[in-house]
């Protein structure tokens, strides 16, 4: 069952870049989060992404707002990922689907294609908007800062 807004991120835990433990959910938040999943490292696509958020991090942090990428790639193919393109956010290694199943991520191009969707988290963990869209990767970006500015 895909999560919507009003509804709370469920507790997860999933490695990062450098195999480390992130745990996510209600009683992990320390500020409102942008969890963007997306299907693979180093796509044009996705490196377009993960740019665009890169080019407006700023933004996010000045609201304290923490940023995940998420993936179903190795920490390895992820620290990659991160180094060749100067990437300041760490992205979660999703090797088994975990965290893209507990929340409902759905797939595209009939279910090959990990679905591109961001989640837009407030600091109690409750989602407060989600935006889908596989071809629009740099709308990503500006949608998250659109709804960061209204959480205040």
Not at 72 to 89: A, C, M, N, T, V
Not at 119 to 143: L, M, P, R
């Amino acid at each position: 069952m895909a999560l919507k807004v009003g509804d709370t991120l469920p507790s997860v835990e999933v490695k990062d870049e450098n195999d480390a433990v992130v745990k996510l959910g209600p009683s992990h938040m320390t500020g409102p989060m942008v969890l963007y999943f997306y299907p693979k490292d180093d796509t044009p696509g996705c490196t377009k992404e993960a740019c665009s958020f890169r080019d407006s991090y700023a933004s996010f942090t000045d609201a304290g707002v923490t940023v995940y990428g998420v993936s179903g790639d190795s920490p390895k193919s992820h620290r990659k990922f991160i180094e060749k393109y100067q990437l300041p956010f760490s992205l979660l290694s999703d090797k088994g689907n975990t965290l893209r199943k507990a929340i409902g991520v759905p797939t595209n191009l009939l279910g090959l294609i990990p679905g591109r969707v961001t989640y837009i988290i407030d600091k109690h963990g409750k989602i407060v908007h989600i935006f889908n869209s596989q071809t629009q990767a740099e709308k990503h970006v500006t949608e998250a800062l659109h709804i960061i500015k209204t959480l205040g």
